[in-house]
């Protein structure tokens, strides 16, 4: 175990955390090894709070419930999907969509807050996640939600105790925790950044599916050490004429996004096996039939980013 690294998150969390915390636990790898080393600086003075925001995969909201029971962890899980849709109703604008998102988020955590009586806000924020939102002087890429998606009035003092590592750090320490290594990072503003335009609840349904067909493949083919670094399906707001049986359609459009990586600082596109793609894209174009095309995303990053807002 490297417990050095651990126990200096462990130390950071004691020496910050002066009173009872909330803990942003979205499930992926940053904020459970957060959960975890919370557990062991501050036993009970730590709340970790799942938000199923309607814009998680299908089965993360039973997965996140199981980890925290697993791994003995003090949590709430709360849904709020009505309020994420009609907050981000109309938007289009994928900045605005994160501010929204980023602000939705941190109502919730204050009035959890106040219901625990927590003045502190627990962050799985790592140094990706600033350096892109314009830390160190840089260029605003896109606004993390857990960094730029702050509003400048908070009423919670912030712990970030992992604010200094990077991804390949992370998942050393989720390996050395016992934790769930097959898990590939998801954002925090969920499928909303992989819906190009607005978000709307049909097209939430859709891309659940298409996320769901788009993992068992990639899964059931390919061992982890084979698989892309992170894998997903993006629904872009354009539609096009196709044929379904001896019909006319006019269908959507998803786009398959694989990317190999080590640090999600830069990444290459992952090279699948022509009938790999065949399978995919006819298994979801059979079994969604509103989908009637398939493209694959082949940017590296950069100049793209990994994500498509
Ligand atoms: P990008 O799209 O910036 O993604 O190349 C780099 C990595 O970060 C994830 N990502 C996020 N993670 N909050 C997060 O916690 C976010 O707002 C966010 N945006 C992107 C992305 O999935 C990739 O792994």
Same mark, same amino acid.
């Given at each position: 175990m490297n417990s050095k690294l651990l126990n200096e998150i462990v130390e950071k969390i004691k020496k910050d955390l002066k009173g009872k915390g909330i803990l942003a636990c979205s499930g992926g790898t940053d904020s459970s090894v957060l959960a975890v080393a919370s557990k062991m600086a501050s036993r009970d003075g730590v709340l970790s709070i799942f938000v199923d925001? =309607?814009?998680?995969?299908? =089965?993360e909201r039973k997965r996140v419930e199981s980890f925290f029971k697993e791994f003995g962890i003090n949590f709430k899980i709360v849904d709020e999907s009505e309020l994420f849709l009609s907050n981000l109703k109309g938007i289009t604008d994928p900045e605005q969509k994160r501010k929204v998102i980023g602000e939705t988020f941190i109502k919730i955590f204050e009035r959890e807050a106040l219901d625990f009586k927590a003045e502190y806000l627990l962050q799985g924020t790592i140094a990706p996640d600033w350096i892109e939102s314009g830390g160190k002087n840089r260029d605003t890429i896109k606004s993390h939600h857990n960094v730029g998606g702050l509003p400048e009035k908070m009423n919670l003092k912030l712990v970030e105790p992992m604010r200094d590592l990077y991804k390949d750090d992370v998942r050393e320490l989720s390996k050395e925790l016992g934790l769930d290594t097959s898990l590939q990072p998801f954002p925090g503003p969920g499928l909303a950044v992989r819906i190009v335009g607005e978000i709307t609840k049909e097209k939430i349904v859709l891309l659940k599916k298409v996320t769901k067909i788009v993992e068992d493949e990639i899964e059931g083919a390919l061992e982890p050490a084979k698989r892309p670094w992170q894998y997903f399906a993006v629904i872009l707001p354009v539609k096009t004429t196709g044929v379904h049986g001896d019909k006319r359609s006019y269908g959507n459009t998803v786009a398959i996004r694989a990317i190999d990586s080590t640090d999600a600082m830069t990444g290459t596109f992952h090279r699948f096996d022509w009938e790999f793609l065949e399978d995919l894209s006819t298994r979801i174009t059979n079994e969604v039939t509103s989908v009637n095309r398939v493209v694959l995303d082949i940017t590296d990053k950069p100049p793209s980013t990994i994500e498509w807002e």
């Open positions: 925001t =309607g814009l998680v995969r299908e =089965g």
